[in-house]
Structures are given as C-alpha cells and as structure tokens.
C-alpha cells in the first residue's frame, strides 16, 4: 500500500476506534446545514471536518491527524485554516472513506442517500442467496461489495469500476473494513472481467450531467442508458440459480415509469424471472429545474432483481 493510501486507512482506523459516526445527506441538505452558521463557520469536532467538511484549525484534529491528512495529500490550508479534500460516512458498524464535499471533480468518489438505499435493498436479499462469486459493478466506495464480503466470508467478491480513484478509496475500505475476501479490478462495466457470477449488484448512476463526471452521468437522455447495460451484460454473466440486483434511478414522464419500460423489453426476450419495485417515489427534486428533465414529473429511485432457472 503507497504511503498515501496508508495515512487514510490509518485515518479510518483511528474515526473508527474514536467512535466517529456520520450519515451523509444529500449535497442540497449539506449545503443548508453548513450555510447555517455562515460558511466562514469552523469546525469543532471530528464530525465537522470529516463529515460536514468544514474548515478547521490544527487544534481541532491534533498534529497526528493533520499529519496523517498532509501524507495523504488530502488537506488545503488557506491564511491557518484547513480543509479536508476526504470524508468518512459510517453505515452499521462500517466506515468509508470517500469524496470531500462539494463533489464537483470528474473522479469524485460519491457516497449518500443512494447508498444507504442500495445497502438496505442488498441485505433484504442475502437470505436469498449464498455465492459462491459476486461482483459489485461501478462500485465507487466499494460499500456495497464490502458488505457482501463480510458477510459471505468464504465468497470471491469482485469491486469493479472504471475509475481508478473509486477502487483506490474501495482498496482501502475493504481493509478499513476487513473484507478481505474483496478484490478490485478495473473494467468497463464486464468488458474486461471474465466468468460468470452467482450475484451481481449494482448501484450505477442514473443522473444527466452536463459535466458528465462518472459518478454522477448515467447517459442518454434521462440518464438510464448505462442501467440498461448493466442489466444486459449482468444477465448473460448469471450463473445457474444466480441474481442481479440493480439500484438505480428513473424519470417518471406523465405518470410513466422510462427505465422500467425499457427494462421490460430486455426481461421480455431473455426469459428470465424478475421484480421491479419503486422504493423512494421522489429523489434529487432540484434535477427537475434542469431542461433536460422539463417533461418529468418526478425521478424515482427503483430496484430490479433478475434471478437466472
């Protein structure tokens, strides 16, 4: 492990035996929280500068911890004042490392309210299967394949993104974590993983973004177009008796559901059995005020399972 990617799992560590918590909102509540108190407002705790991002001084967090940040190259410093470029969000008794808040760089490593829902939709499912092999694809954090690796020990789980900076941060999650049974491997989706899996998850994104930064663009017009292709290249690699599980995001346009009906089409020819439940009706309200969703009514976050005979 480089220097850099040691001082952050020696950070994480550190949160972690401290007691450190946080939930991560979504980036239009953060940014309410924090213009609270006036942006210039400095931190006081350890949740103000890992979770909320504000600004601190060096006796707030002690030299070990600044330390530990200038090693990592994750802190800017401006006229005695310092901010954490990283945050750390925990879920149970987990704690990830990811992007600092605003995510406004193309490789930013999300985390928030889609992960917890995607997190919840995952463990309603694990007493329906016991993989052998499992890949979590566009796995930004790792959050998703790093729960299933703890809890299948025995199991070969896959973290696969694109980025290389989201399976840096995955790297060091899943030894944060202690999946150890969690590998990273770099791909386009499956293009470059081979095999079969007996569970395959996902929680890709499903926004258009003007910047296309590949956290947040799912392509396309409502942004359902690298779903879509999840779920074409997940149900040719099912093993027998396998699932997919798929969290994602659709535009509801005069009461119809976009992604769902495109989903249907590929789940028609394939023969395969599958649910589709709508589990948060409205998510990312402000995305509405963009043009390009001027004929939505609402952006709904879904969940598709697939199970292969």
Known sequence: MKNADAALLELGRGLKEAGYTFVTVTPESHRRVIARGGRAAEARTLRDVFG????????????????????AAAVDEEGGLYTSRI????????????????????????FGPDTYRFLAALERCLAETHPGRAIDIGAGS?????VLGRHFTEA????SDISEQALRYARINA???????????QSDVLADIAGKFDLII?????????KARLYRDGGG???????????????E???????????????VVDGADSFAALAEQELRQSGLVYTYAEVDPDVFGEELESGVYATADRIAAVTLTVAAP
Do not use: C, K, M
Request: hydrophobic share 40%; charged share 20%; aromatic share 10%.
């Open 52 to 71: 909320w991002n504000r600004r601190f001084r060096a006796a707030a967090v002690g030299p070990d911890v600044l330390e530990l940040l200038h090693q």
């Open 87 to 110: 945050r750390f969000s925990t879920y149970r008794d987990f704690i990830f490392l990811h992007s600092g808040y605003p995510t406004l760089a193309g490789d930013s490593v999300f």
């Open 142 to 146: 790792g959050a998703g394949g790093i």
């Open 156 to 159: 070969e789980i896959v973290l």
């Open 175 to 185: 030894e944060l974590n202690t999946a150890r049974n969690a590998v990273t491997h």
């Open 202 to 210: 996902s929680n890709p994104p499903y926004l258009v973004d003007p």
């Open 221 to 235: 017009a409502l942004g359902s177009d690298l779903s879509l292709r999840i779920l074409r290249e997940s149900i």
């Open 237 to 251: 690699r099912l093993a027998p008796g396998g699932r997919l599980l798929l969290y994602t995001g659709s535009a």
